[in-house]
């Protein structure tokens, strides 16, 4: 991206939204970082102010809440100026959306081995608001103001198991796939006032969220990390830095006429059929 322009990245405190971020920084956009998590915000701008040329701000809101991103807007939009681009980071697991084996056993039943059927209604409800809703209204809030503004978009963050999904974990995969819909829909709608809308769909990422599920204590893998890497051709977990030059071409001019695509970074993982 050549043309300095003003992020909106939600979940901008992550490790994956602060990896995005750390790269707009350092072409000199204009980045505003949303999150609920106050600390690591702070720590995150005031890294990122060592490496901008540009303007870096961090505002707490909640994704959720579309009250507070119209806050959150009120704030960005004085000192920043219109979001030209929204990058969608922000999503996540829950335990209680969560099963403890990849298959159902009879005994199970009568043990204190979780299974889908003591999954929360609670926790299946944050895992779909998170990753749907936390999408959904964010684009809302910041859309409207790129309406018919040239080189304006949308990025959304969905996931390998949006496509085909995981093991264990059914609310998570529903939720991503939920991203991909609805991020052709949007782009479709959208696409008569000049805002595209696209997705990367990550794959294996060590993040703090997933880290004790793919590794152990002693640094090495568990046996769901060694399954991963087994289905990965490139036989490694991505790194942060990979998605950098997919959110470069999908959020810049170059990408003019892409829109409604969910481009997987994922080392091959979707490609391979296990033999």
């Not at 209680?96 to 298959?103: K, N, S």
């Not at 977990?237 to 959110?247: A, H, K, M």
Request: aromatic share 8%; proline share 3%.
């Amino acid at each position: 991206m050549k043309n300095k322009k003003v992020f909106v990245v939600t979940g901008g405190s992550g490790v994956l939204g602060m990896e995005i971020c750390r790269h707009l920084c350092k072409q000199g956009h204009d980045v505003a970082l949303l999150s609920k998590d106050e600390e690591k915000l702070k720590e995150a701008v005031v890294q990122l102010k060592e490496i901008t040329n540009g303007k870096v701000m961090g505002v707490t809101a909640n994704v959720l809440d579309k009250y507070s991103l119209l806050q959150a807007k009120a704030l960005i939009d004085e000192e920043l100026g219109s979001c030209e681009v929204l990058i969608n980071a922000a999503g996540g697991n829950h335990p209680d959306g969560t099963a403890a084996t990849p298959y159902l056993q009879e005994e199970d039943l009568d043990s204190e081995v979780k299974t889908f059927y003591d999954m929360t209604t609670e926790g299946l409800r944050f895992v779909s608001d998170l990753n749907f809703l936390g999408t959904l209204l964010p684009v809302q809030v910041f859309t409207k103001d790129m309406i018919g503004v040239e080189g304006c978009s949308v990025l959304n963050v969905s996931s390998m198991s949006a496509f085909s999904p995981l093991t264990k974990i059914p609310a998570y995969s529903a939720a991503k796939a939920s991203i991909n819909n609805f991020t052709q829909w949007l782009a479709v709608y959208l696409s008569r006032v000049n805002i595209r809308v696209n997705a990367i769909a990550p794959g294996f990422f060590l993040t703090d969220q997933n880290r004790t599920l793919l590794t152990n204590q002693e640094g090495g893998l568990t046996d769901r990390g060694e399954q991963i890497i087994a289905h990965t051709p490139m036989q490694r977990f991505g790194r942060p830095e990979d998605l950098i030059g997919v959110v470069d071409w999908l959020c810049g001019d170059q990408a003019a006429f892409v829109t409604g695509v969910v481009v997987p970074v994922d080392g091959g993982f979707s490609a391979y059929s296990g033999v």
